[in-house]
């Protein structure tokens, strides 16, 4: 991987999910779609629970187009926030933009 975060593409797959987790291991696959979850202990009502606070999804839009969303979750909220909407078109040799990034705050 170089210093921008990039390296060669060894088969089709549109994601690479790489994930180290400390003690309990680390992970790496090529996948077609990803959803990840990361939950954090908070304290509320009187008791602690184990909360969702950010949600990663990335998936393959009709016309290829390549969507990784990034969401935030708080119990106090009716519904997550979108923060991050990141798209690539990988087989559009004109596309001009590799990445496009859409970071407005969007009700989700």
């Given at each position: ?44 009502h009187g008791i602690e629970e184990m ?16 969507v990784v969303r990034v969401l935030v ?36």
């Open positions: 991987m170089n210093r921008l975060g990039t390296n060669t593409v060894a088969n089709e797959s549109g994601f690479r999910v790489d994930c180290d987790a400390g003690e309990a291991g680390r992970f790496r696959v090529d996948t077609d779609s990803v959803w990840v979850k990361v939950g954090q202990r908070i304290w509320r909360c969702y606070s950010i949600v990663v999804e990335g998936k393959k839009e009709q016309g290829g187009t390549l979750f708080n119990p106090d909220w009716d519904e997550p926030l979108q923060i991050a909407c990141i798209r690539s078109r990988p087989h559009d040799p004109e596309c001009l933009t590799a990445l496009g990034c859409n970071l407005d705050h969007v009700a989700f």
